[in-house]
Each structure stands twice: as C-alpha cells, then as structure tokens.
C-alpha cells in the first residue's frame, strides 16, 4: 500500500493520496473524497506536539488568566479584604511582564510577515 503524502493546507492534518479502489468502504481515513482517480483521506493520527496555534492561544489564555487575577487582588485591596499589598504588586509585575512577553511575540510574528510578503517568488 504505497502513497503519497501530502500537506494539507493548514499543515495540521497529514492527507495520504492512493489509487482509488474498486470497493469505496475501503478506506482507512476518517473523510475521504475521489478526485482524478485518487482517494485522499485524511488520517486519524494526532501529532503529539501542539502546534503553533495551540501553544499561541494557551500562551494567551495564561495572560489573560493572570490579568484577570490581578484584577481581583487590585479590586480586594481597594475594598480592604487583601491586607498584602505585597502579593497585590508581585500579581501587577507577573502580568506586565506578560504582556510585555506577549506584545514582543506579537512584534516577532509581524516582522515574520512582513518579510515574508516581501519575498520575491
């Protein structure tokens, strides 16, 4: 059973290209379409390392879970609940840290971009 491997435009999903067979409940992959006399199918495998997305949006997501935090303690504080300002600066320097990480990334993937588009093909 030889194929083809193909990346599929996401780059997220292995697709496998093969000789379409005679009987179409043949196929191993979860969808499978017929194009030109192959079947592509994509495979049920997951790739154990999280991608680029998955690492951004958790990466995010933990900023924002900090914010949030940090906000609650700044709120206790003012109301008199939190009597340790201490705990209250380190959670404000943790987030802006954060987001100073965050905006960096986001310089980084926007000069990525931009010399990316500025690429001749």
Sequence with gaps: MSGIDLVSLRGTI????????ADPNQ???????????????TLAQKDPTPSFKDMLAQALDTVNNLQINADRMAQKL???????????????E???IGLQL???IRNKIIEA????MRMQV
Excluded at 14 to 21: L, N, Q, Y
């Design 14 to 21: 292995p697709v496998t290209a093969k000789r379409a067979s």
């Design 27 to 41: 196929s191993e992959g979860i969808n499978a379409t017929e194009k030109d006399g192959f079947r592509l199918r």
């Design 78 to 92: 003012a109301t008199g609940e939190a009597k340790d300002i201490h705990e209250v600066l380190m959670a404000v």
């Design 102 to 104: 965050t905006m960096q």
């Design 94 to 96: 943790e987030v802006n």
């Design 113 to 116: 971009y931009q010399e990316i």
